[in-house]
C-alpha cells in the first residue's frame, strides 16, 4: 500500500509538470494573422535547403522571453513530426537524416517571444507539405 501511494504522488507531480516549461500555450495573433509559404530545394551534397515566407510575421530572436507583442518570435521546423529545431530566418538547411521516409511531412508552426503558440480561432498557425525522399538503390 505504501508503494501505490509513491506511484500516486510521482503520477501527479509529472502531471503537474508538463506544461511548467510553458504554462500557457497558445496566444492569439493579431491581423493581419500571419501566413506560411514553404519551398524545398534539394542540397547538391546532402538533405533540402528550405525557404520560408512567412507574412505578417517579424523573426525577433533577440527579443525572447520577453512579453507577447504583435506577430514576433521564431518558427519551429518539424520533420514527420518530430520537432527539429528553431529558426530565427528565412533560409534552414535539413540534413537527408531527416528525411528518412519515402513521403515525409515537414510542418512549420510559429511561436511568439514567450514561446507560445500562435493561433487564429483555436487553430495553430502551421503549414505542412510533403517532401518525397528519393532513395537510391544499389544495383
Given amino acids: 500500500m505504501k508503494h501505490l501511494f509513491v506511484y ?7 502531471l503537474g509538470n508538463l506544461n ?26 546532402d538533405g533540402y535547403n528550405i525557404k520560408l515566407l512567412i507574412e505578417n510575421f ?8 520577453n512579453a507577447f507583442t504583435e506577430n514576433e518570435g521564431y518558427a519551429i521546423i518539424y520533420i514527420n513530426d518530430i520537432p527539429i ?17 519515402e513521403l515525409n511531412i515537414l510542418k512549420v508552426s510559429i ?9 487564429v480561432d483555436h487553430e ?7 517532401v518525397e525522399n528519393y532513395i537510391n538503390e544499389i544495383e
Avoid at 494573422?33 to 530545394?41: D, G, N, Q
Fill in 111 to 119: 511561436k511568439s517571444l514567450s514561446h507560445q503558440d500562435l493561433i
Fill in 58 to 65: 517579424k523573426y525577433s530572436p533577440d527579443k525572447l522571453a
Fill in 8 to 14: 500516486i504522488l510521482v503520477f501527479y507531480t509529472c
Fill in 85 to 101: 529545431g528553431r529558426t530565427y530566418s528565412d533560409w534552414i538547411h535539413i540534413p537527408s537524416r531527416f528525411f528518412n521516409q
Fill in 20 to 45: 511548467s516549461h510553458h504554462p500557457d500555450s497558445a496566444q492569439e495573433a493579431n491581423k493581419p494573422y500571419p501566413t506560411i509559404f514553404i519551398s524545398v530545394y534539394e542540397d547538391s551534397y
Fill in 124 to 130: 495553430i498557425i502551421s503549414k505542412e507539405i510533403i
